[in-house]
Structure formats: C-alpha cells, structure tokens
C-alpha cells in the first residue's frame, strides 16, 4: 500500500489475491474491513476516530459531531479546503485512551475538544 501511494488498487488486490491463491473477495473483504487500508487514493490527510460502542460512551460520537461542523465537513468527509477526510472506524483497540483521534499513522489520546482542534487547525 505505502509502495502504491498510499493505497490498494483493484491491481494489487488482484495481485495479493493470486499470490496468496485465494479469492479476490477474501482480500477485499480484509481490506475493506480494517481502517489501516485504504481502497481510494488519499491525496489529503486521514483523520480516523473510533465510533464503536465503548468509545462512543466516552464521546466519540459528539467528537465526530464538532469535528464536521468546525470545519465544514462534506456529505463525503471531506473537510472544507480538502486538507483532510474524517473516517469513522470500527475500532483501533485503545479503549483505554478515549477519546483519541488517528492521524495517518500517529495516535492522539484521551483528548478534550480544545486540543482536537489545536491539531486539526495544523492541517487546514
């Protein structure tokens, strides 16, 4: 993925799914599952936040909520200015950390809605 500009095309897939000698919807499937892989080719920057049940008892549902509206998300995610796509994921096991934020490959824990902008504004 980070050989192929920060995502897997439906090549690679293909690819893996030879090499592995299993069904291209099995690597799909992984792929489309895990945040960590990216099926489109992010040109700006990945925001991720946790939304499963144990993080959103800690807010992470109301930090996605400020995060859209402070910077005037799209109906795709796409931050005004396109200087970065919020992801809702699944989860990232640091249930102990909430709320925190994933930005590409750096983690920010246990966060309060000042600092979640003090880093966001760094991207706009």
């Known amino acids: 993925q980070d050989a192929n500009g ?15 000698l299993i069904p291209k919807i099995f690597v799909y499937e992984v792929a489309s599952f ?4 990216n099926l489109k080719n992010f040109v700006r920057t990945k925001v991720c936040v946790c939304t499963n049940i144990t993080c959103s008892l800690y807010g992470s549902n ?3 909520e400020i995060i859209k ?3 005037k998300l799209d109906n795709n995610n796409i931050s005004e200015g396109r200087s970065f796509f919020l992801f809702e994921v699944e989860c990232l096991a640091l249930c102990d950390k909430v709320p925190f934020i994933q930005i590409d490959k750096l ?3 246990n966060l309060t809605r000042e600092r979640v902008f003090e880093i966001l504004d760094k991207l706009v």
């Open 34 to 37: 895990y945040s960590m892989y």
């Open 6 to 20: 920060g995502f897997l095309s439906n090549e690679l897939i293909v690819a893996i799914s030879n090499y592995l």
């Open 69 to 71: 509206q402070r910077y």
């Open 107 to 109: 983690y920010y824990f």
């Open 62 to 64: 109301e930090l996605v």
